[in-house]
Protein backbone atom coordinates (compact mmCIF):
# COMPACT_ATOMS: atom_id res chain seq x y z
CA UNK A 1 0.00 0.00 0.00
CA UNK A 2 0.99 3.20 -0.78
CA UNK A 3 2.53 5.77 1.93
CA UNK A 4 -0.12 8.65 1.45
CA UNK A 5 -3.12 5.81 1.00
CA UNK A 6 -1.94 4.29 4.56
CA UNK A 7 -1.73 7.78 6.33
CA UNK A 8 -5.29 8.50 4.90
CA UNK A 9 -6.24 5.00 6.27
CA UNK A 10 -5.23 6.16 9.77
CA UNK A 11 -6.46 9.68 9.55
CA UNK A 12 -9.93 7.78 8.78
CA UNK A 13 -9.69 5.05 11.26
CA UNK A 14 -9.10 7.96 14.06
CA UNK A 15 -12.05 10.06 12.98
CA UNK A 16 -14.74 7.52 13.13
CA UNK A 17 -13.78 6.17 16.05
CA UNK A 18 -13.97 8.98 18.07
CA UNK A 19 -17.24 9.05 16.60
CA UNK A 20 -18.49 5.88 17.50
CA UNK A 21 -17.51 7.18 21.51
CA UNK A 22 -18.69 10.03 21.30
CA UNK A 23 -22.20 8.72 20.89
CA UNK A 24 -24.56 8.84 23.95
CA UNK A 25 -24.00 5.47 25.22
CA UNK A 26 -27.88 4.38 26.94
CA UNK A 27 -28.36 1.04 28.63
CA UNK A 28 -31.72 0.34 29.10
CA UNK A 29 -33.31 -1.69 32.43
CA UNK A 30 -36.72 -3.45 32.70
CA UNK A 31 -37.49 -3.01 36.37
CA UNK A 32 -40.74 -5.03 37.54
CA UNK A 33 -43.19 -2.89 39.75
CA UNK A 34 -43.23 -4.22 43.89
CA UNK A 35 -46.68 -3.06 44.10
CA UNK A 36 -49.24 -4.68 46.60
CA UNK A 37 -51.54 -4.82 43.62
CA UNK A 38 -52.29 -6.01 39.85
CA UNK A 39 -51.84 -3.11 37.32
CA UNK A 40 -54.57 -3.27 34.90
CA UNK A 41 -54.35 -3.36 31.39
CA UNK A 42 -56.68 -0.86 30.88
CA UNK A 43 -56.02 2.77 31.23
CA UNK A 44 -59.65 3.75 32.87
CA UNK A 45 -58.98 1.41 35.34
CA UNK A 46 -55.42 2.27 35.74
CA UNK A 47 -56.25 5.77 36.51
CA UNK A 48 -59.49 4.30 38.94
CA UNK A 49 -56.52 2.49 40.87
CA UNK A 50 -54.26 5.44 41.38
CA UNK A 51 -57.49 7.37 42.72
CA UNK A 52 -58.23 4.61 45.11
CA UNK A 53 -54.53 4.52 46.26
CA UNK A 54 -54.19 8.28 46.47
CA UNK A 55 -54.98 8.95 49.97
CA UNK A 56 -52.67 6.06 51.37
CA UNK A 57 -50.18 7.50 53.91
CA UNK A 58 -47.20 5.38 52.41
CA UNK A 59 -47.70 6.07 48.78
CA UNK A 60 -47.90 10.09 49.22
CA UNK A 61 -44.65 10.34 48.01
CA UNK A 62 -44.73 8.06 45.35
CA UNK A 63 -44.66 8.64 41.87
CA UNK A 64 -48.02 7.41 39.99
CA UNK A 65 -46.08 7.56 36.71
CA UNK A 66 -44.73 3.91 37.85
CA UNK A 67 -48.16 2.62 37.26
CA UNK A 68 -48.52 3.25 33.47
CA UNK A 69 -46.81 -0.05 32.51
CA UNK A 70 -45.97 -2.96 34.42
CA UNK A 71 -42.57 -2.57 34.03
CA UNK A 72 -40.30 0.56 34.56
CA UNK A 73 -37.58 1.64 32.44
CA UNK A 74 -34.93 2.89 33.60
CA UNK A 75 -32.10 5.00 31.99
CA UNK A 76 -28.65 5.23 32.67
CA UNK A 77 -26.28 7.65 30.72
CA UNK A 78 -22.84 6.73 30.19
CA UNK A 79 -20.26 9.27 30.18
CA UNK A 80 -22.72 12.71 29.48
CA UNK A 81 -22.24 14.98 32.04
CA UNK A 82 -25.15 17.14 33.33
CA UNK A 83 -23.20 20.14 32.18
CA UNK A 84 -23.56 21.78 29.60
CA UNK A 85 -20.59 24.12 28.86
CA UNK A 86 -18.69 23.50 25.21
CA UNK A 87 -15.82 21.20 27.26
CA UNK A 88 -18.51 18.84 28.63
CA UNK A 89 -20.17 17.80 24.83
CA UNK A 90 -19.97 14.30 23.61
CA UNK A 91 -17.70 15.61 21.29
CA UNK A 92 -15.39 17.97 22.66
CA UNK A 93 -13.19 15.50 24.19
CA UNK A 94 -12.66 13.76 20.90
CA UNK A 95 -11.37 17.28 19.03
CA UNK A 96 -8.49 17.79 20.34
CA UNK A 97 -6.65 13.97 20.01
CA UNK A 98 -8.18 13.80 16.53
CA UNK A 99 -6.89 16.95 15.46
CA UNK A 100 -3.50 16.00 16.67
CA UNK A 101 -3.73 12.86 14.94
CA UNK A 102 -4.60 14.32 11.77
CA UNK A 103 -2.14 17.32 11.46
CA UNK A 104 0.59 14.27 11.51
CA UNK A 105 -1.14 12.52 8.91
CA UNK A 106 -1.76 15.63 6.76
CA UNK A 107 2.31 16.52 7.28
CA UNK A 108 3.32 13.67 5.24
CA UNK A 109 0.98 14.41 2.25
CA UNK A 110 1.92 18.26 2.13
CA UNK A 111 4.85 20.22 1.50
CA UNK A 112 4.13 23.36 3.38
CA UNK A 113 3.67 21.47 6.47
CA UNK A 114 6.39 19.07 5.68
CA UNK A 115 8.70 22.26 5.37
CA UNK A 116 8.10 22.80 9.59
CA UNK A 117 9.53 19.15 10.20
CA UNK A 118 12.73 19.71 8.43
CA UNK A 119 13.55 23.29 9.41
CA UNK A 120 13.02 22.28 12.55
CA UNK A 121 15.07 19.50 12.44
CA UNK A 122 17.91 21.24 10.70
CA UNK A 123 17.90 24.30 13.52
CA UNK A 124 18.42 21.21 16.14
CA UNK A 125 21.25 20.37 14.35
CA UNK A 126 22.86 24.16 14.22
CA UNK A 127 22.35 24.72 17.80
CA UNK A 128 22.52 21.55 20.27
CA UNK A 129 25.28 19.36 20.09
CA UNK A 130 24.83 17.05 23.04
CA UNK A 131 21.59 15.47 23.31
CA UNK A 132 19.48 16.01 26.57
CA UNK A 133 19.23 12.34 28.60
CA UNK A 134 15.93 13.17 30.15
CA UNK A 135 12.90 11.93 28.16
CA UNK A 136 13.47 8.57 28.66
CA UNK A 137 12.18 9.15 32.05
CA UNK A 138 10.10 11.80 31.76
CA UNK A 139 8.00 10.36 29.64
CA UNK A 140 6.37 8.07 33.25
CA UNK A 141 6.51 10.37 35.10
CA UNK A 142 2.49 11.79 34.88
CA UNK A 143 1.81 8.61 35.56
CA UNK A 144 3.48 8.32 38.68
CA UNK A 145 1.36 11.13 39.82
CA UNK A 146 -1.69 9.95 39.30
CA UNK A 147 -0.79 7.39 42.08
CA UNK A 148 1.32 9.65 44.15
CA UNK A 149 -0.85 12.51 44.86
CA UNK A 150 -3.11 10.19 46.42
CA UNK A 151 -0.88 8.47 48.48
CA UNK A 152 0.26 12.58 49.29
CA UNK A 153 -3.82 12.86 50.85
CA UNK A 154 -5.21 14.56 47.46
CA UNK A 155 -8.32 13.27 46.48
CA UNK A 156 -8.50 11.02 42.78
CA UNK A 157 -12.08 10.79 40.88
CA UNK A 158 -11.87 7.15 41.06
CA UNK A 159 -10.39 4.66 43.77
CA UNK A 160 -7.12 2.77 43.23
CA UNK A 161 -8.47 -0.26 41.61
CA UNK A 162 -10.60 1.85 38.79
CA UNK A 163 -7.56 4.00 37.69
CA UNK A 164 -5.86 0.79 37.53
CA UNK A 165 -7.97 -0.76 35.43
CA UNK A 166 -8.26 2.72 33.37
CA UNK A 167 -4.64 3.18 33.18
CA UNK A 168 -4.18 -0.09 32.03
CA UNK A 169 -6.83 0.17 29.09
CA UNK A 170 -5.37 3.34 28.21
CA UNK A 171 -1.49 1.91 27.88
CA UNK A 172 -2.64 -1.37 25.95
CA UNK A 173 -4.23 1.03 23.25
CA UNK A 174 -1.41 3.31 23.27
CA UNK A 175 0.44 0.55 22.83
CA UNK A 176 -1.32 -0.95 20.17
CA UNK A 177 -1.79 2.08 18.13
CA UNK A 178 1.89 3.30 18.49
CA UNK A 179 3.68 -0.14 17.26
CA UNK A 180 0.75 -0.55 14.03
CA UNK A 181 1.12 3.02 13.53
CA UNK A 182 5.38 2.51 13.18
CA UNK A 183 5.78 -0.42 11.74
CA UNK A 184 2.97 0.28 9.04
CA UNK A 185 4.00 3.74 7.81
CA UNK A 186 7.74 3.32 7.60
CA UNK A 187 9.06 6.60 8.45
CA UNK A 188 12.55 7.48 8.61
CA UNK A 189 13.94 8.93 12.01
CA UNK A 190 15.55 12.57 11.62
CA UNK A 191 18.95 10.46 12.69
CA UNK A 192 18.79 7.28 10.24
CA UNK A 193 18.58 5.07 12.90
CA UNK A 194 15.21 3.02 12.05
CA UNK A 195 12.03 3.85 9.88
CA UNK A 196 9.69 3.61 12.95
CA UNK A 197 9.34 7.57 13.75
CA UNK A 198 5.57 8.31 13.13
CA UNK A 199 4.44 8.48 15.79
CA UNK A 200 6.60 8.93 19.03
CA UNK A 201 5.79 6.65 21.34
CA UNK A 202 7.40 8.59 24.21
CA UNK A 203 5.18 11.55 23.71
CA UNK A 204 2.32 9.25 23.66
CA UNK A 205 3.17 7.30 26.80
CA UNK A 206 3.51 10.61 28.36
CA UNK A 207 0.12 12.01 27.40
CA UNK A 208 -1.63 9.07 28.59
CA UNK A 209 -0.20 9.72 31.80
CA UNK A 210 -1.10 13.34 31.63
CA UNK A 211 -4.47 13.18 30.42
CA UNK A 212 -5.60 10.70 33.26
CA UNK A 213 -3.86 12.57 35.69
CA UNK A 214 -5.96 16.18 35.19
CA UNK A 215 -9.40 13.81 34.65
CA UNK A 216 -8.45 12.51 38.23
CA UNK A 217 -7.71 15.03 39.91
CA UNK A 218 -9.10 18.57 37.97
CA UNK A 219 -11.89 19.01 40.74
CA UNK A 220 -8.83 19.20 43.29
CA UNK A 221 -7.15 21.87 41.28
CA UNK A 222 -6.44 22.13 37.32
CA UNK A 223 -2.79 23.56 37.60
CA UNK A 224 -2.03 19.30 38.66
CA UNK A 225 -3.54 18.84 34.98
CA UNK A 226 -1.86 21.57 33.50
CA UNK A 227 1.28 20.62 35.44
CA UNK A 228 1.21 17.02 34.06
CA UNK A 229 0.67 18.46 29.99
CA UNK A 230 4.02 20.67 30.73
CA UNK A 231 6.20 17.43 31.69
CA UNK A 232 4.60 15.55 28.89
CA UNK A 233 4.91 18.89 26.20
CA UNK A 234 8.62 18.48 27.65
CA UNK A 235 9.10 15.44 26.66
CA UNK A 236 8.17 15.57 23.29
CA UNK A 237 10.15 18.22 22.89
CA UNK A 238 13.30 16.19 23.55
CA UNK A 239 12.72 14.04 21.41
CA UNK A 240 12.68 16.68 18.86
CA UNK A 241 15.75 18.00 20.36
CA UNK A 242 17.59 14.31 20.28
CA UNK A 243 16.85 14.07 16.79
CA UNK A 244 14.79 10.83 17.68
CA UNK A 245 11.40 12.23 16.04
CA UNK A 246 9.52 15.06 13.71
CA UNK A 247 7.37 18.06 15.06
CA UNK A 248 4.36 16.10 13.45
CA UNK A 249 5.71 12.55 15.14
CA UNK A 250 5.12 14.87 18.61
CA UNK A 251 2.04 16.10 17.79
CA UNK A 252 0.36 12.34 16.50
CA UNK A 253 1.65 11.02 19.38
CA UNK A 254 0.23 13.08 22.11
CA UNK A 255 -3.07 12.53 20.11
CA UNK A 256 -2.74 8.68 20.49
CA UNK A 257 -1.88 9.49 23.90
CA UNK A 258 -5.38 11.82 24.64
CA UNK A 259 -7.43 9.44 22.45
CA UNK A 260 -6.23 6.40 24.32
CA UNK A 261 -6.68 7.97 27.71
CA UNK A 262 -10.60 8.73 26.78
CA UNK A 263 -10.98 4.79 25.40
CA UNK A 264 -9.60 3.72 29.18
CA UNK A 265 -12.33 6.09 30.89
CA UNK A 266 -14.79 5.24 28.13
CA UNK A 267 -14.35 1.33 28.49
CA UNK A 268 -14.17 1.39 32.63
CA UNK A 269 -17.89 0.41 32.64
CA UNK A 270 -17.35 -2.39 29.94
CA UNK A 271 -14.82 -3.91 32.61
CA UNK A 272 -17.28 -3.67 35.60
CA UNK A 273 -19.75 -5.58 33.79
CA UNK A 274 -17.36 -7.33 32.75
CA UNK A 275 -15.76 -8.54 36.45
CA UNK A 276 -18.93 -8.02 38.12
CA UNK A 277 -17.75 -5.32 40.31
CA UNK A 278 -20.44 -2.91 41.82
CA UNK A 279 -19.44 0.72 43.78
CA UNK A 280 -17.69 0.22 46.88
CA UNK A 281 -16.73 2.61 48.89
CA UNK A 282 -13.20 2.66 49.49
CA UNK A 283 -12.09 2.40 53.38
CA UNK A 284 -9.01 1.45 55.52
CA UNK A 285 -8.91 -0.03 58.80
CA UNK A 286 -6.18 -0.28 61.48
CA UNK A 287 -6.06 -2.91 63.98
CA UNK A 288 -4.08 -2.89 66.89
CA UNK A 289 -2.39 -6.36 67.76
CA UNK A 290 -1.35 -6.18 71.42
CA UNK A 291 0.15 -9.10 73.67
CA UNK A 292 2.03 -9.79 76.32
CA UNK A 293 5.45 -10.51 74.57
CA UNK A 294 4.60 -7.83 71.30
CA UNK A 295 2.89 -5.15 70.06
CA UNK A 296 1.88 -4.59 65.94
CA UNK A 297 -0.71 -3.21 63.75
CA UNK A 298 -2.94 -5.15 61.50
CA UNK A 299 -4.13 -2.56 58.42
CA UNK A 300 -6.91 -4.07 56.26
CA UNK A 301 -7.48 -1.53 52.81
CA UNK A 302 -10.52 -2.30 50.71
CA UNK A 303 -10.88 -0.57 47.77
Not at 135 to 148: H, K, L, N, R, S
Not at 150 to 159: P, Q, T, W
Not at 254 to 282: N, Q, R
Request: charged share 15%; proline share 4%; with cysteine.
Amino acid sequence: MNMKYRFLFFAFFTLNLCHVFAQEDTIKVGRKNKLDFPVSDSVNQQKSTIDAISNRSDLNNFNKNLLASPYDQVTFNIGKSKKSSFFYFSYSRYIIPAALISYGVVVHMNKSLREVDLSTNHEVGEHLSQPIPYDDYMQFAPAVAVYGLDLMGIKARHNLRDRTMIMATSYLIMGAAVQTMKSTTHVARPDGSNMKSFPSGHTATAFVGAHILFKEYKDSSPWIGVSGYAVALASGTMRVLNKKHWVSDVAAGAGVGILSAELGYALLPVWHHVFGIKDKTKSLVILPAITSESLGVGLVYNF
